[in-house]
């Protein structure tokens, strides 16, 4: 099988797993469904993956890493990390993870159910604050708290602008709300909090 062909259908498996795990949780999902919706032979499943946790592992993992690439992206606004994110970057952040749904509410339900030392949520958000700790070091920045930058930083902005992403347009849609003009309530409050969250656990280095 050439590498092209590979890839198309490792792709094919992990977008079927996604929508699967999404809509039925990752218990509700066997590997037989997930072939069925991917429209290959199990045996073929087997072949890329070991199982439905290393599917699971790969999800996370590819969110984990477009979380970076995105982030890398944000080095065009240094200023984010020492003044906070405009609302602009905010909304941009919103259609990122917008682009990452799936992933993100699979990764929700599962840390409600499994282990927290083996949640793929917490692995997601422990590498995305491993990746921010980097940065802001090469900035010149450091977290003066580190408990406290990921505590925060995880239950009063990454959860909360995940469950938006997740929710906010079918909560818009059942109050008759203008999902525009939620998104833009959202965003202007978000930036106030992010950036006195931002002054409270970030100082400038001793280095």
Not at 27 to 45: H, M, P, T
Not at 52 to 77: G, P
Not at 157 to 176: A, D, I, N, V
Request: aromatic letters at 12%; hydrophobic letters at 45%; charged letters at 30%.
């Amino acid at each position: 099988m050439q590498q092209g062909d590979t890839e198309n259908t490792k792709t094919r498996i992990l977008d079927a797993a996604k929508e699967l795990f999404a809509k039925r949780g990752y218990d509700g999902s066997s590997v037989e469904a997930i072939a069925q919706e991917a429209g290959v032979n199990k045996a073929l499943i087997y072949y890329y993956f070991s199982g439905k946790e290393d599917i699971l592992d790969t999800i996370t993992e590819q969110a984990i890493d477009n979380v970076k690439a995105f982030r890398a992206e944000l080095q065009l606004h240094p200023s984010i990390f020492v003044d906070g994110p405009s609302a602009d970057l905010i909304r941009e952040g919103l259609r990122f993870l917008d682009s990452e749904r799936a992933a993100f509410r699979i990764m929700a339900v599962e840390a409600l159910k499994r282990d927290a030392e083996n949640g793929a949520m917490f692995e997601f958000l422990e590498a995305v604050y491993q990746d921010a700790i980097q940065r802001l070091d090469g900035l010149g920045l450091e977290v003066v708290d580190r408990q406290a930058f990921e505590l925060i930083g995880t239950f009063l902005f990454s959860l909360p602008m995940g469950l938006f992403m997740t929710l906010g347009e079918q909560w818009s849609r059942f109050h008759g709300y203008d999902i525009e003009r939620s998104e833009e309530i959202f965003s202007s409050f978000f930036e106030r909090m992010l950036r006195e969250f931002m002054t409270e656990c970030i100082a400038e280095s001793e280095k």
